[in-house]
């Protein structure tokens, strides 16, 4: 199958698949890939031919290395994700603390809602761990993040204070 079609198949799946399933396929994948290239040699004597499977090798190698990104790319993209929607809650619980009350239900909202902040909070921090796992785990497949995905995790690092 082609690489590019797995991971369309993966991605239109009713149940998408979570970052530590596509963490334990590229695992696999490696695994094969590794296999692949210990078990087929790189030529086949048969009878007085001798056959140059390199090239053969190769192409399979390319193979397991393009679907390995392919997977990779789809979990920087939940990270993405992720770091997006977390970073909109804060953002959102800024606006909330610096509207202006216009009367004193306003006020008393305000004040209701600062009370529950720190709940708020605790529940965030769980899902900023959730995040920076994904991170890490992208981190530990060498994957290059761009500027803005680095200023994104470090905005919501900082973004409980």
Request: charged content about 40%; hydrophobic content about 35%; aromatic content about 10%.
């Amino acid at each position: 199958m082609d690489p590019d079609e797995f991971t369309r198949k993966i991605e239109m799946d009713d149940n998408p698949w979570e970052v530590d399933q596509l963490q334990a396929e590229i695992s696999e994948i490696i695994k094969k890939d590794k296999i692949m290239r210990e078990k087929l040699p790189e030529n086949i004597k048969v009878g007085i031919f001798d056959i140059s499977c390199k090239e053969m090798k190769e192409y399979l190698s390319e193979k397991y290395q393009n679907l390995q990104k392919n997977l990779i790319d789809m979990i920087a993209k939940k990270a993405k994700s992720e770091a997006q929607s977390i970073f909109q809650s804060f953002k959102q619980m800024e606006n909330n603390l610096k509207e202006t009350p216009k009367d004193i239900e306003k006020l008393t909202e305000i004040r209701e809602y600062i009370a529950n902040l720190p709940m708020e909070l605790d529940k965030m921090r769980i899902e900023m761990s959730k995040c920076f796992d994904i991170y890490k785990i992208l981190e530990d497949f060498n994957y290059r993040f761009n500027k803005e995905d680095l200023d994104k995790r470090w905005l919501i690092f900082g973004s409980p204070k």
